[in-house]
C-alpha cells in the first residue's frame, strides 16, 4: 500500500519528462508514490487530461509511452511507485477522437456505436438514426447563411470533409454526389451562393448526425455528457467489449510494473460501479500475476472519486481502498470551525441578500433550475422511460407523462445524496432510507397527502427504480436492437442513476455553492451547506469508521477540484473564532466599493472573502504601492475567479446567458482597487487584515496538516501545497509549481537537526514544508504503527482542554505516537507563527494531556527531533511542553 502520494498535474507544459525531474524531490520530501493525472491520449491542447480521445495510447504532448517508462524507472531508482488517474466515464466528443468519429461517419452501424450511451431511437423523428451535434454558433439556419459550415478536401488523405469552428467532421459514405471532383463538389455546395447553400443543406441532412445551435444541447441532447458538458460523450464501459478497450493500456502497465495502482474518476457516472469494481479487481488480479519479480505486490492499490454526503460511507460491497480524500477534507476543515459563529454569520448573510430560506431549501431551488433548464433531455428522456415501463401493466399504464414529470423532479429535487446503487440484488439498506427520506421530502413539496394520487405515483416511482425484478418485459418491437437488449426497468433504473451525479454536482458544487455565502471556507468539494462545524466526538466518529472499513483511503487537504487552497480555508475558517468583528468590518468595506446600485451586496461580500483568503502571506500591504505589477497580476487572478463565480452561480449571469453589464460592474470593483486612490487604500486595508489573520489561518494549516499525515488513512498532498497555497479554483489551482525554491527550502530544512522556526520561516512556508517533511519520515520509519497501529482519543484537561485534540497510535506494545492539535484556538496561538513562541505557549496554562497507564512510562522524541521525556506519575504531558515550539506535535516512543 502507498505511504503517502504526491498528486502531480500533467500537461504539455508539465510533461512526464518534467514530472522525471521532480522524482528526486518529492523522494526526499518523504512520499512514496507519485499519483498522476490521465495520462492517456486527450484532446490536443488539453490542460487536465480529462477530455480522452484515445484510451489505449500514453498521451505525446506528455512525452508518450517512452516518457512514462523513463519516469517509472526514475521513480524505482528511489523506491517510488507511480499511481495513474483513469477516465473509465467519458471520452471527448471531438473529431480526433477515432471512436465518435466512426460513430459520426457510420451512425448506429458503427463498430463503436456501442462505445456510447446514444439514444437512437429518439423521441423527436429528427433525431431517429442520429447524433445530436451541438457545435453550431448560432441557430442552423443562421450558421447555414453565414458559411459557419463549409466542405473541405483533404488532399492527403483524399477525402471530403465538413469543416465547422475550425475542425474537421467526416461525411456519411454516400451522402456526396458521384462522379464530381473535389473542387467541382466544393464549388456547387458553396455556402456564399444560394444554390450552394440548398445543397450544403441537403448533403448535411443525409449524415448521421444533426447539426444544432450549442445552446440546444440541454433540451435535445440524445447522447448522455459528462455532467452539462457537451464536448464529453459518456461512455458504456458496463459492456464487455468496452471496458477491455478501456482498460487495456492500464492493465498492461500494471503488468508490466510501470503502474502500482488506480485512481478512478468520477465513479458515480458508471452504470453499475459494483460490477465494475468487481472486474477491474479480477483483471488487476490477473495483471498483477504477470508483473516482473522486482514489482511483486499483493494487490494494486485502487481509490475512486466519491462525493459523500455527511453521514453517508462508500458501498461497503465496493472493492476497492477508499475514495480520493474529500470526505477528509470537509470533516478536517468542519473541525476547524467555530459551531457558534454560524448563526451570527447566516445571519449577516441574509441580511445582505433577503434570502431567509434554508440551505436545504436553497439546493432544491438549484436542483430545480438545473433539472429545468441544464437537464431538460436527460430528465425527459427517463420520463419517456418510465413511460414506456408504465404501458407494460395495466394496472400503470394510466399514469401519463406530465404527472410522472412533475412527481419525479420533485423526488430528485428532493434527494439527498449523488446516487444510489441498486445493483446485485437492488438497493442496500442505506440506500432505501436514503430513497425513503427523498420521497418523504417530495411528498412534502408536492403537498401530496397519503392515499392522493401523487403519493401513489412516489410509491410506484420507488418500486421501478428500486433495482428489484418487476416482472417480465414487454419489449417495444419498434426499438432498434441496441435498445432492445436492455429491459426498460434496467434502462429506467440505469438513466435514474446516471442522472443524479450530475444533478448533485452541479447543483450544490457549480451553483450553490457560488449563491450562499456565510463562509466560503465551508463552501468547498465534498463539504455540505448544511454542515457549518463538526464537533471533536463526530470527527472521532468518522476517523473510527475509516480506519475499521476504508483504512488506506486517501486523506487530501487540497486538490485539482478545490475551489480555494487549503491554507486559504484555513485563514477564513479563522473568522469563525471573531464572527461579530468580521461582519462589522466586512460590511464597511463592501460600502466601500463602487457601484452599489448594480453589483449586489452578496456578490461584494463574496468578493471580500477572497481577498482576505487569497492575499500572498509573504507579501506585505505597502506593495501595492511598491510593487503594482505583482499586486495587478493578483488582482487578474481573481478577477478570473471572479467571472466564473458569478457565471455558475447564474443570478445575475451564466455562461449560457452572460449579462456583460452585470459583469463589468463586477470587474469594475476590482479595476477599483488597482487603479483609483480610493481603492488601493481600501485594498491596503483589506491585505493588512489579511496579513492580520494570516498567522493564526498557519495554526490552522498546520493542525489540518497534522491530522491528514498521522491518522488513519493515506495522505495525499496535492502538487506544490507544502508550501502555503492560498489558490483558487480551477485553473488557478493548477498553477505552474515553483520546484527550484522548494528544493532549496528542503534541502536546508533536512540540513538542520532541529527546527526551531522564526518568523521569516512562516511567512515563506519553510515551516510547513519542514514538518510535512518529518511528518512523512515518521511514517516511513514506522510504517505499522500508521497502516496498522489503533487510534484512540486521549483526553485533555485543564483550563483549555475544549481547544486541544489529541490521538494515541500504537502498535505492537512500544510502538507508540502522539498526535497533539489545536481548535478554535488559532488567535490566540498566534505567536507561534509570529516568532513568538513564549507568548503562544503561555495560552495553554495548566493544559494537560493524559496518557493511559499502559504507556505511562515511555519516553518521547517529537517530529522534530527533541526529546520530551516522560509523564508524571499521573501520566500527564502538559501542552506548553508539547507544543513548545510549534502548535502541533506529532510524538513517537522512543523505544519504537
Known sequence: MPRATARLQL??????????????????????????????????????????????????????????????????????????????????????????????????ASAHARCFDI????????????????????????ALAQGAMALRHDADAGRIELEVSGLRYPLAPGSLPCGLDPRTLLRRCDPARTAGRERLHRVLESQHYRLAWWRCAADQVNWRRFF???????????????????????????????????????????????????????????????????????????????????????????????????????????????PQAEAPLRAFWQMLTGDLRTPQRQLEAARTRMLRRHFPAERLALVRCLERLARQDRRTRDWSAPAMDRVLSAWLAAFPVYRTYAEDGGRSAADRQRCDTAAQRAASLLHALPGSADAALLAQLDRWL??????????????????????????AL??????????????????????????????????????????????????????????????????????????????????????????????????????????????????????????????????????????????????????????????????????????????GALEYLRDTLPGRRLLAAIAACALELAPAGMINSMAQMLLRNTLPGMPDLYQGTELWDYSLVDPDNRRAVDYPLRVAM?????????????????????????????LLAARERHPALFAQGTCVPLAVTGTQAQHAVAWLRRH????????????????????????????????????????????????????????????????????STLLRDLPVALCLSTAA
Open 746 to 774: 528542503l534541502a536546508r530544512a533536512r540540513a538542520s537537526a532541529a527546527f526551531p522556526p522564526g518568523a521569516a520561516d512562516w511567512r515563506s512556508g519553510a515551516v510547513k514544508q519542514a514538518l510535512v517533511q518529518r
Open 812 to 879: 505492537e506494545e512500544d510502538e507508540c505516537a502522539l498526535i497533539v492539535a489545536p481548535r478554535l484556538c488559532a488567535l490566540r496561538l498566534s505567536g507561534y507563527a509570529r516568532g513568538e513562541p513564549l507568548t503562544a505557549r503561555e495560552f495553554w496554562a495548566d493544559t494537560a494531556l493524559c496518557l493511559p497507564d499502559a504507556v505511562r512510562g515511555l519516553a518521547w522524541l517529537d517530529a522534530m527531533g527533541r526529546k520530551i521525556g516522560q509523564t508524571g506519575p499521573d501520566g500527564a504531558l502538559p501542552l
Open 228 to 338: 452539462e458538458i457537451s464536448e464529453l460523450v459518456g461512455v458504456r464501459v458496463e459492456d464487455d467489449a468496452v471496458f477491455d478497450a478501456v482498460h487495456a493500456l492500464a492493465l498492461r502497465l500494471y503488468a508490466q510494473g510501470v503502474l502500482d495502482g488506480l485512481r478512478i474518476d468520477h465513479i458515480d457516472g458508471l452504470a453499475a460501479p459494483g460490477a465494475y469494481l468487481r472486474r477491474l479487481n479480477r483483471c488487476l488480479a490477473e495483471a498483477g500475476a504477470r508483473r516482473p519479480p522486482s514489482c511483486k505486490q499483493d494487490q494494486a492499490y485502487l481509490v475512486a472519486e466519491k462525493i459523500l454526503a455527511p453521514d453517508e460511507a462508500p458501498d461497503p460491497r465496493w472493492q476497492l481502498h477508499g475514495t480520493t480524500g474529500y470526505d477528509f477534507m470537509d470533516q478536517v476543515g468542519a473541525l476547524l470551525h467555530d
Open 119 to 142: 439514444d437512437w431511437d429518439a423521441l423527436d423523428p429528427a433525431l431517429r438514426g442520429k447524433v445530436l451535434l451541438p457545435i453550431l454558433p448560432e441557430p442552423y439556419g443562421v
Open 466 to 491: 428500486g433495482g428489484s425484478p418487476i416482472g417480465p418485459a414487454m419489449e417495444d418491437r419498434a426499438a432498434t436492437p441496441c435498445a432492445r437488449a436492455e429491459p426498460k426497468s434496467a434502462q
Open 11 to 108: 500537461h504539455a507544459g508539465y510533461t512526464l519528462d518534467d514530472a522525471r525531474a521532480c522524482v528526486d524531490y518529492y523522494a526526499d520530501l518523504g512520499v512514496s508514490h507519485l499519483y498522476l493525472s490521465p495520462i492517456t491520449c486527450a484532446r490536443p491542447g488539453s490542460t487536465h487530461g480529462y477530455d480522452v480521445i484515445d484510451h489505449g495510447a500514453v498521451n505525446p504532448e506528455l512525452g508518450g509511452e517512452s516518457a512514462l517508462k523513463d519516469l517509472a524507472q526514475a521513480t524505482r531508482r528511489r523506491g517510488l511507485g507511480l499511481i495513474a488517474d483513469i477516465v473509465p466515464n467519458h471520452m471527448a466528443a471531438h473529431p480526433a477522437n477515432a471512436w465518435w468519429r466512426d460513430v459520426l461517419e457510420h451512425g448506429a
Open 494 to 667: 440505469r438513466r435514474f442513476q446516471q442522472l443524479t451525479p450530475p444533478l448533485a454536482a452541479k447543483a450544490l458544487e457549480d451553483t450553490l455553492f457560488y449563491r450562499y455565502g456565510p463562509l466560503l471556507s465551508r463552501n468547498e468539494v465534498g463539504a455540505s451547506p448544511q454542515r457549518f462545524a463538526l464537533s471533536p466526538e463526530a470527527f472521532q466518529t468518522q476517523v473510527e469508521a475509516r480506519a475499521r472499513n476504508f483504512p488506506h483511503a486517501m486523506l487530501a487537504t487540497a486538490t485539482h477540484d478545490h475551489k480555494r487552497g487549503e491554507d486559504a480555508r484555513a485563514r477564513l475558517a479563522v473568522l469563525s473564532e471573531m464572527p461579530h468583528a468580521w461582519c462589522k468590518t466586512a460590511y464597511r468595506w463592501i460600502q466601500a466599493l463602487p457601484d452599489a446600485g448594480l453589483l449586489s451586496l452578496a456578490d461584494r461580500y463574496l468578493l471580500v472573502q477572497t481577498l482576505v483568503g487569497a492575499w500572498p502571506a509573504d507579501q506585505d500591504a505597502d506593495a501595492i504601492e511598491r510593487r503594482p505589477e505583482s499586486v495587478a497580476a493578483w488582482l487578474e487572478r481573481v478577477a478570473q475567479w471572479q467571472l466564473k463565480a458569478l457565471r455558475e452561480a447564474k443570478l445575475h449571469t451564466s455562461w449560457t446567458d452572460p449579462d456583460s453589464a452585470y459583469e463589468a460592474a463586477a470587474r
